[in-house]
Every structure is written in C-alpha cells, then in structure tokens.
C-alpha cells in the first residue's frame, strides 16, 4: 500500500510540473542558460486587462454663409451640416444648404469636430437693433457654446442677441 502511494505522489508531482519554472498560463522558452515563459495563446486566466475593443471616430460639421447678402440687402442665407466623416463632406454639405437657401456666393465660415457650436446675431437694424455680422463660438458643450456666441455678440454689438443656431458632432465610438 505504501508503495502505490508512493507512485502516486511520485506521478502527482510530475503533473504540478509540467509547465516547469512558469506561471500558470504560461509556457517556458529558451533552453537553460536562457529561460523565460510566454502567455499562452487563449488561456483565460490571465489577470491583465483587456485592451479597447474599438475605436474613436471624429465626426466634423461646418457652417456656411452667403457674402451676397449684404450686396444685395437680402437676408443671409446659411447652410449647416453635423456629424459628418470629414472636413471636406461637412463644408460641401454646408455649401449646398447655404445655395439652397437662396445665396450666391456661400463660403464655409466655420468648421469644428469633437465639439459644439453657435451662432448668436445681433438684432436686426428692421427690428431697431443695430445689425451686423453673426457671431460664431465652439465649445466642449451645446451650453459654453450658447453661452459664448450670445456674451461676444452682446459685447461687440452693445445690443441684445439671439442664437440662431447651435449643434454638436461629438466623436463616436466604433466597436471592432
């Protein structure tokens, strides 16, 4: 009896050794004289954390401004896009709503990605109010954004302002 329990220590510590020097979920290589251990291909016990299983995506938008308005006494027309790919499409998008929206000579104004924007305008001169150029503000938020275009637009035209418009193309996550 002693002997079969001898044996079966003797084969039971054999087991506890397979993986020789390494950890559990490793592997040794190299030969003697230069040893190491490499983690094992799809083994689950590993107590390191997993890596991002995706990826961040920019997304653009760009507003656009006819500069024949004023020429022509007419009210600006203005084209807007969001959450677009690239610069490039978020410009044409904002190109082609300003023409559509009666302008001649639309030009992008602003472009931004990751964040917000607004547009505050100063009361009309038919309302009274002085006129002039929207004024144009991006910010890590809608709110910052509002908040900025109307205090610049109220600062340099010493009347009170409206927003006109304001949105977000924040970034997206894209799971692999």
């Given at each position: 009896?002693?002997?079969?329990?001898a044996l079966l220590m003797?084969?039971l510590s054999?087991?506890a050794?397979a993986?020789?020097?390494c950890?559990p979920?490793?592997?040794p290589v190299g030969?003697?004289?230069?040893?190491?251990?490499?983690?094992?291909?799809?083994?689950g016990?590993g107590?390191?954390?997993?890596g991002a299983?995706?990826e961040?995506?920019?997304r653009?938008g760009?507003?656009a401004?006819d500069?024949s308005?004023?020429?022509r006494g007419v009210?600006?027309a203005t084209?807007v896009a969001e959450?677009r790919?690239?610069?490039?499409?978020?410009?044409?998008v904002a190109v082609?709503?300003c023409?559509?929206?009666?302008?001649?000579k639309?030009k992008?104004?602003?472009?931004?990605?990751?964040?917000?924007?607004?547009?505050?305008?100063?009361?009309?001169?038919?309302?009274?109010g002085?006129g002039?150029k929207s004024?144009?503000?991006?910010?890590?938020?809608?709110?910052?954004?509002?908040?900025?275009?109307l205090?610049i637009?109220?600062?340099g035209?010493?009347?009170q302002?409206t927003?006109?418009y304001s949105?977000?193309?924040?970034?997206e996550?894209r799971?692999?």
């Open positions: 009896m002693r002997r079969i329990a003797i084969a054999f087991g050794y993986e020789g020097r950890p979920g490793q592997y030969d003697q004289n230069a040893g190491g251990c490499a983690p094992i291909p799809g083994y016990g107590s390191g954390s997993q299983s995706g961040w995506l920019t653009w760009a507003i401004e500069f308005a004023h020429e009210a600006t084209g959450s790919r690239s610069k490039r499409e978020a410009g044409k082609d709503q023409q559509k929206a009666g302008g001649l639309c992008v104004v602003a472009s931004y990605y990751n964040q917000c924007i607004a547009i505050a305008d100063p009361k009309p001169k038919s309302q009274g002085p002039g004024n144009i503000f991006s910010a890590v938020s809608e709110d910052r954004a509002r908040s900025e275009a205090r637009c109220g600062e035209s010493g009347s302002c927003v006109a949105a977000c193309s924040m970034s996550f799971k692999f």
